[in-house]
């Protein structure tokens, strides 16, 4: 199901009331001293990733025809977030901000480049992913550029996690250079249920 960004910015119109109830703690990963837990191919598969996360959540990263694939958790090959992708070459980058309420992880933030050298629409998005027992999916994108752009990602994430359904809902966005170019689609979207 497709929103329009009109409806999706709409949506965002409650934001802010939670932000100080969090906190963040930030961990970073470097690929290489991640344990590899799918070898490249000889085409265009570099390979999958587990890096160490916080609180025990795994942060499993994979490139393919260079671009990212995200999910948090031990067995986050199979959840949502990781068949996500934005269209163009991107990367994932580090480090991950985790939000935390007493502790706990509920969702993670991470900037992605998005879009080569060449590319006239290159930009850098952050990514808000929520962070469920045995899922974790897209939630939410802000255009890098946009103002305050780690702080409102930081609003989206407390704001917006507690009553995200993976499996329903749509992603939003925050930006003021148009729709990141990824699918707006619910997880059971994604998997042809």
């Known amino acids: 199901m497709r929103r329009t960004l009109m409806s999706l910015s709409f949506a965002m119109g409650t934001i802010g009331a939670n932000v100080a109830d969090n906190t963040s703690f930030y961990t970073r990963f470097d690929l290489p001293k991640c344990r590899l837990i799918e070898p490249a191919d000889e085409y265009v598969f570099a390979g999958t990733w587990a890096c160490d996360g916080y609180g025990g959540i795994d942060i499993i990263q994979s490139s ?25 070459f991107n990367t994932a980058l ?13 969702a993670a933030i991470e900037r992605w480049n998005v879009g080569g050298e060449t590319d006239p629409t290159a930009a850098s998005w952050l990514v808000i992913t929520a962070i469920r027992a045995n899922e974790s999916c897209h939630m939410h994108y802000v255009a890098g550029s946009y103002p305050n752009a780690n702080e409102q990602a930081r609003r989206a994430a407390d704001d917006l996690a507690d009553n995200f359904d993976c499996e329903q809902d749509v992603p939003t966005v925050d930006s003021k250079i148009g729709a990141p170019p990824i699918e707006f689609t619910a997880c059971r979207d994604l998997s042809g249920k």
Do not use: M, N, Y
């Open 94 to 106: 580090s480090p991950i901000e985790w939000r935390l309420k007493d502790g706990v992880p509920f």
């Open 64 to 88: 393919a025809d260079d671009r990212s694939f995200v999910a948090f958790g031990k067995e986050g090959k199979s959840h949502c977030a990781f068949r996500k992708t934005f269209g163009p």
